[in-house]
C-alpha cells in the first residue's frame, strides 16, 4: 500500500508548475497523477468502469459498450487529505482518495460517505 502525502495543493491533470510547492512535493503529486491514469473497473459492480486519460477528460462505462457520462477530472490536496472531483455536465461529484496504487482505487464519497473500490484494467 501507498500513502500518499502531499504537502501543498496541486491542482489539474495537467502538470503545471505550482511555485508553492517543493520540488519533492512536486514529484509527489504528479506520481498521485500518473497512478490515476487508464481504465478502472468497480470491484462492486464489474460492468461500472471508469477511464481516466492523462490530459484531464473522463469517461465513465457501463457493460463496456454504453457511455454513461464524459467529464473531466482533477487532483487536489487540502489539509494533507487528497482529493479526487469528478466534473459533468449535471455537476461537480468530489471524492476522498483513501487508497491509491498503480492497481487500486478507493474513493470515498462526500457527504454521503460511500466507499467505491476500483481495480486497474487498463494502464495508459
Same mark, same amino acid.
Do not use: C, H
Given at each position: 500500500?501507498?500513502v500518499i502525502f502531499l ?9 503545471? *508548475? ?18 490515476? @491514469?487508464? *481504465? ?11 477511464? @481516466?486519460?492523462?490530459?484531464? *477528460? ?7 459498450? *454504453? ?9 487536489? %490536496?487540502?489539509?494533507g487529505v487528497t482529493y479526487?472531483?469528478?466534473? @459533468? ?13 498503480? %492497481? ?8 454521503k460517505g460511500n466507499t ?5 484494467? @487498463?494502464?495508459?
Amino acid at each position: 500500500m501507498i500513502v500518499i502525502f502531499l504537502g501543498g495543493a496541486f491542482f489539474g491533470a495537467n502538470f503545471q *508548475k505550482n511555485n508553492n510547492l517543493s520540488e519533492k512535493q512536486e514529484e509527489k503529486a504528479v506520481i498521485v497523477q500518473e497512478d490515476i @491514469f487508464g *481504465k478502472w473497473q468497480s470491484v462492486d459492480d464489474k460492468d461500472y468502469t471508469a477511464d @481516466f486519460s492523462a490530459d484531464g *477528460k473522463l469517461i465513465e462505462e457501463y457493460a463496456s459498450s *454504453k457511455i454513461i457520462d464524459k467529464g473531466s477530472w482533477s487532483i487536489t %490536496e487540502k489539509d494533507g487529505v487528497t482529493y479526487l472531483s469528478k466534473v @459533468f455536465s449535471d455537476g461537480k461529484y468530489d471524492y476522498t482518495i483513501l487508497e491509491l496504487t498503480p %492497481e487500486k482505487l478507493v474513493i470515498s464519497f462526500f457527504p454521503k460517505g460511500n466507499t467505491l473500490t476500483f481495480v486497474k484494467i @487498463f494502464d495508459r
